[in-house]
C-alpha cells in the first residue's frame, strides 16, 4: 500500500525566503507525482506534475524534483510571497498503477510579510 | 473555462434525509473521482469510475453510491445522510491519471 508523508506539516517564514517542502512515499514504482496547493476554503489548485521519466519540473518560481529511487520528492519554491500562503499536496499513484492517487497531509505554508 | 464544475457549492442536511452532489467535466477526461476532505484526515477515495460505464470502490464508499451518467458526469448519492458524513466533498478527472487531475471548488456539507 502506497504510503505518503509530508514534512513538515506546517511552516512559517519570512518574506523573501527560499524554502523546501518534501513528500515521501513509500513504492517507488510510480509513473508520476502531482504537485498542489489549496487555499483556505477552496479547491486544489494543480501545480506541477512530473512524469516517472523526468527530474525535475519548472514553473515560474517553483520547482519540483523527483527521486523515485529514494521515494522522494521536493517542491522549491524561490523568494517566497505572502500571496504563497497556502497548503501544499502531493498526490502519488497507488502502488500498480495511475487510475487512483494518494495523498499526503499536506504542509501549511505562512508566508510573512 | 474548461475544467471541473461541482453543484451545490453548500448544502446542510438532516440525519436521514437524501441527496445528490453533481460533478461535470468538459475536458474529455476518461476517469473521474470523489474525494472527501476532512481535518487531519487528508483526501481520502469515496469511489472512482476509471471510463465510461465503470465504477470501483475507493477507501470509504460506505453510505454512498454513484453513477457514471456518461462520459462527462459523474454524481455521487448518499441514501440516508448521517453526521459523520459532514465534511468538503471534491470531484476530480483525469486522462487515466497519465497527465493529473483536476479538481472542482468543491461542496461543503453539513448534517446535522
Known amino acids: 500500500k502506497q504510503e505518503v508523508t509530508q514534512i513538515p506539516a506546517a511552516l512559517s517564514v519570512p518574506e523573501g525566503e527560499n524554502l523546501v517542502l518534501n513528500c515521501s512515499f513509500t513504492?517507488?514504482?510510480?509513473?508520476?507525482l502531482q504537485w498542489f496547493r489549496q487555499d483556505p476554503g477552496k479547491g486544489l489548485t494543480s501545480l506541477l506534475l512530473?512524469?516517472?521519466?523526468?527530474r525535475e519540473q519548472t514553473s515560474g518560481r517553483l520547482n519540483a524534483s523527483l527521486d523515485k529511487s529514494s521515494g522522494r520528492s521536493t517542491l522549491y519554491i524561490a523568494a517566497s510571497q505572502p500571496g504563497d500562503s497556502a497548503t501544499y499536496l502531493c498526490?502519488?499513484?497507488?502502488?500498480?498503477?495511475?487510475?487512483?492517487?494518494?495523498f499526503g497531509t499536506g504542509t501549511k505554508l505562512q508566508v510573512i510579510p | 473555462n474548461a475544467g471541473v464544475t461541482q453543484t451545490p457549492k453548500f448544502q446542510v442536511l438532516k440525519t436521514g434525509q437524501s441527496m445528490t452532489l453533481q460533478c461535470a467535466q468538459d475536458?474529455?477526461?476518461?476517469?473521474m473521482y470523489w474525494y472527501r476532505q476532512d481535518p487531519g484526515m487528508g483526501l481520502r477515495l469515496i469511489y472512482y469510475?476509471?471510463?465510461?460505464?465503470?465504477?470501483d470502490k475507493g477507501e470509504v464508499p460506505n453510505g454512498y453510491n454513484v453513477s457514471r451518467l456518461n462520459k462527462r458526469e459523474f454524481s455521487l448519492r448518499l441514501e440516508s445522510a448521517a453526521p459523520s458524513q459532514t465534511s468538503v466533498y471534491f470531484c476530480?478527472?483525469?486522462?487515466?491519471?497519465?497527465?493529473?487531475?483536476?479538481f472542482g471548488s468543491g461542496t461543503r456539507l453539513t448534517v446535522v
Open positions: 469510475s476509471a471510463s465510461e460505464g465503470t465504477t
Open positions: 513504492d517507488s514504482a510510480i509513473y508520476n
Open positions: 476530480a478527472s483525469s486522462h487515466r491519471g497519465e497527465y493529473g487531475y483536476t
Open positions: 512530473i512524469q516517472s521519466s523526468q
Open positions: 475536458m474529455n477526461h476518461n476517469s
Open positions: 498526490a502519488v499513484p497507488v502502488s500498480g498503477g495511475y487510475q487512483k492517487v494518494t
